[in-house]
């Protein structure tokens, strides 16, 4: 028999009891459990207060949602290694949290930014940096040959497998 002051909350989202105040009581997803009767379907394990995943109506903790097998196949992370559970971002073919899409050099985000690749396809860099490290360097003034500001296309000369930005070329042949 329930205490006269216990406050009646509805039935239990797990064993469809009621549920009171004096019971001990959770709100998830909408409905309101005994905290006995919020548990993960896998082991057991009570959730009150604890993250957990649902998947077809059925609750699970952390470890059994992402070590299982429960959740289908997780994708794992290129960068740091671990399980992906929330936004994938895919690049290069592999895939990233968004946090982890960082250039190799500045470590700048590169979430919705333009980017580059190694010619393995294995480090990812902001454009910036990677113009500045793999960018050829004109034989002349040995400054890298960039695209101008705006552009996304360069001109360089090549002689006998030389670089040259076309300013400096005329300049190098004057020097021979």
Same mark, same amino acid.
């Given at each position: 028999?329930?205490?006269?002051?216990? @406050?009646?909350?509805? *039935?239990?989202?797990?064993?469809?009891?009621?549920?009171?105040?004096?019971?001990?009581?959770?709100?998830?997803?909408?409905?309101?459990?005994?905290?006995? &009767?919020?548990?993960?379907?896998?082991?057991?394990?009570?959730?009150?207060?604890?993250? %957990?995943?649902?998947?077809s109506?059925?609750?699970?903790? !952390?470890?059994?949602?992402?070590?299982?097998?429960?959740?289908? $196949?997780?994708?794992?992370?290129?960068?740091?290694?671990? %399980?992906?559970?929330? !936004?994938?971002?895919?690049?290069?073919?592999a895939?990233?949290?968004? *946090?982890?899409?960082?250039?190799?050099?500045?470590?700048?985000?590169? !979430?919705?930014?333009? %980017?580059? @690749?190694?010619?393995?396809?294995? $480090? @990812?860099?902001?454009? *910036?940096?990677?113009?500045?490290? $793999?960018?050829?360097? &004109?034989?002349? &003034?040995?400054?890298?040959i960039?695209?101008?500001?705006?552009?996304?296309?360069?001109?360089?000369?090549?002689?006998?497998?030389?670089?040259?930005?076309? !300013?400096? %070329?005329?300049?190098?042949?004057?020097?021979?």
């Amino acid at each position: 028999m329930q205490d006269s002051s216990s @406050v009646y909350f509805g *039935s239990c989202g797990g064993c469809r009891e009621a549920v009171h105040s004096s019971d001990g009581a959770c709100r998830a997803m909408g409905q309101v459990f005994h905290s006995k &009767c919020f548990t993960c379907s896998s082991c057991r394990k009570t959730l009150t207060g604890e993250t %957990f995943y649902t998947i077809s109506g059925k609750i699970y903790c !952390e470890d059994d949602f992402l070590y299982s097998g429960v959740h289908p $196949k997780l994708e794992k992370c290129w960068s740091c290694g671990l %399980f992906i559970s929330d !936004e994938v971002l895919q690049a290069c073919g592999a895939t990233f949290h968004l *946090s982890c899409f960082r250039c190799v050099m500045c470590g700048q985000s590169l !979430e919705d930014q333009p %980017f580059s @690749v190694d010619a393995q396809n294995k $480090k @990812v860099y902001c454009v *910036s940096d990677y113009h500045r490290i $793999k960018a050829p360097r &004109c034989a002349s &003034c040995k400054m890298p040959i960039l695209p101008t500001e705006g552009s996304t296309d360069c001109i360089r000369v090549v002689s006998l497998n030389t670089s040259f930005h076309v !300013e400096c %070329f005329g300049s190098e042949v004057d020097l021979i």
